[in-house]
């Protein structure tokens, strides 16, 4: 399939039109937030924080309605329930972690490890407790459902968006400091554990929105591929940044394109793509050759 | 252990001028363990440049934590031209021991002293003209313009450490604190923070600064601060280098002679006993 017949499949197809869109979107806020994720050295705590907001969004889809028992719930639509449910755990996963890890007994990896597979096994057996569904809704919430977005699946993740890319636009500098040397944000009175947690909570954010491209087993790749192939090509964070969120379009796209064309499913591809521009990347830096021009 | 009464030279108490740093009765230290200083105070004048002298664990590190706030304090009060150290945020800059700090970091020279000015820069709008300006200006005393857009892993010991000096001088800060800047750099390194310490002196900075490093501490100081947990000693390097009041600090594990109008040295680098 060449690019113009891509194009022109593009134009007839709604829900590919949807998918490239949340793509775009989706992908540029990980790759921005991913940009955090990578200097602080926090893949292990993302890819936990993906598998832990499981039994809230599972919980969501399988209690519905009346049955819930999770009042707040009730009577949203599908969609929403499950991003919130996904949220509700994802920041009582971060809560938890933050808080096993207040004296030195446990180290933070530990405490990572212990939550994160307690809460993924969680929401598999919710999930199993309605063998209907089980297959289907279990693919869907592991490898993600792009090709299943619908409007108001957009409205969520650019509502999404904006919050994440708006708090960091307000809060970039003090971000910036207790990420490179929490100890100057202490020095400058800076309130640097609501910022930890503020963090945390815009990384939760983000992986719920990308949790329906990719699902919770590859959301890992959304945040940290691009943000790592930016951070090869500058020495400063905020180009990082901008390019992390380019890059991590370009994959978006790119995957949803070769997906098409090799007929594979979209998710993988799009994780494959993005791995495909880190190693170029990686290979033509060390080689030596100059990417861009010299800031 | 034998307990050591402050003494508190008759200069330290009595001083013209004006004051920068008054620490008053400082007791502080970790949670659950016994304070690592115990009733500590002093006053230091606008334009001094004291030393902080006194063997490891005498709670070098730990006094200066508590001035700049990484570490909250027992009892006692720290002020900073008069204000609560608690409460003040811009007046102290502090260059720490060993700069726990990732240095592949993605930021250049120019984007790691920007940082000192955090407070300042606006929101959204980012860095004004003025943060620029005091940027420069900050580089420029410590002599890394040239070096402005490195990245901050490509640069020398001696050019890390000032570029946290830098740091905290575009905080637009004038007490400085440095804890033992000269440890593990080489004779061309310290030579070279040496010289950015005489040219912020000259420009009117406070300075307090830990060191191990006795002869420098005693020709190059206004004022020493002999600590051992209390103030042993608080006064002029004269003063301060008496063979008594430097066997109460460093214990056994210090020799003092006095050759003529001379006093040597020899220091064994251990803990505290």
Request: proline share 4%.
């Amino acid at each position: 399939m060449n690019i113009s017949e891509f194009l022109s499949v593009v134009q007839q197809r709604e829900f590919l039109q949807n998918a490239l869109l949340a793509a775009v979107l989706v992908s540029a806020v990980s790759g921005i937030v991913g940009c955090f994720v990578v200097v602080r050295g926090m893949s292990f705590f993302g890819d936990a924080l993906a598998h832990s907001i499981l039994p809230g969004v599972a919980a969501a889809y399988v209690f519905t309605g009346s049955v819930a028992g999770i009042p707040l719930l009730v009577g949203l639509e599908e969609n929403t329930r499950l991003f919130l449910g996904g949220l509700i755990a994802g920041v009582i996963s971060a809560v938890v972690i933050g808080w096993l890890t207040r004296d030195d007994r446990l180290k933070e990896d530990t405490a990572i490890g212990v939550v994160f597979v307690t809460m993924f096994a969680l929401g598999i057996a919710i999930i199993s407790s309605n063998p209907d569904g089980y297959n289907r809704d279990l693919t869907h919430i592991l490898f993600g459902d792009i090709l299943g977005i619908r409007d108001s699946d957009i409205a969520i993740m650019l509502a999404c968006g904006v919050f994440v890319v708006g708090v960091i636009l307000v809060f970039y500098k003090d971000l910036l400091v207790v990420s490179f040397d929490p100890g100057l944000g202490q020095t400058l009175k800076l309130p640097t554990e609501t910022l930890r947690m503020l963090l945390l909570i815009l990384i939760a954010v983000t992986i719920v929105a990308s949790l329906q491209i990719i699902g919770v087993t590859m959301t890992l790749a959304m945040l940290i591929t691009p943000a790592a192939t930016a951070r090869i090509l500058t020495s400063r964070f905020h180009w990082m940044m901008v390019l992390a969120a380019v890059i991590g379009m370009a994959s978006g796209v790119v995957g949803i394109y070769f997906s098409f064309w090799l007929n594979l499913a979209t998710g993988p591809t799009i994780v494959l793509t993005s791995t495909a521009m880190f190693s170029l990347v990686f290979i033509a830096s060390r080689l030596g050759l100059r990417l861009l021009p010299k800031r | 252990m034998l307990q050591v009464a402050p003494i508190t030279l008759p200069e330290a108490d009595a001083l013209p001028g004006e004051i920068a740093l008054s620490v008053q009765n400082l007791s502080a230290g970790y949670a659950g363990m016994r304070p690592a200083v115990e009733q500590v105070s002093f006053n230091v004048l606008v334009g001094e440049r004291v030393a902080v002298i006194g063997p490891n664990g005498a709670g070098k590190s730990t006094l200066f934590k508590a001035i700049v706030g990484l570490l909250p304090f027992n009892s006692g009060s720290i002020s900073i031209h008069g204000q609560d150290c608690r409460t003040s945020h811009n007046l102290v800059g502090y260059v720490p021991q060993h700069e726990a700090v990732d240095w592949s970091f993605p930021a250049t020279v120019y984007d790691a002293v920007m940082m000192g000015r955090t407070r300042k820069i606006r929101r959204i709008l980012g860095p004004s003209r003025d943060d620029h300006q005091g940027v420069q200006e900050a580089l420029s005393k410590v002599g890394l313009m040239p070096f402005r857009n490195r990245q901050i892993g490509q640069l020398s010991g001696g050019q890390k450490r000032r570029v946290f000096i830098a740091r905290a001088l575009a905080q637009e800060t004038n007490v400085l604190l440095l804890d033992e800047p000269f440890s593990g750099v080489d004779a061309a390194a310290e030579h070279e923070i040496m010289e950015t310490l005489d040219l912020l002196q000259a420009a009117g900075i406070t300075m307090l600064l830990a060191t191990h490093d006795l002869n420098m501490a005693a020709t190059r100081f206004d004022r020493l601060l002999l600590l051992r947990r209390h103030v042993v000693a608080y006064g002029m390097p004269e003063a301060v280098f008496q063979p008594d009041l430097l066997q109460e600090a460093y214990g056994g594990r210090i020799g003092v002679f006095q050759q003529g109008t001379q006093t040597v040295v020899i220091a064994d680098e251990h803990g505290c006993p």
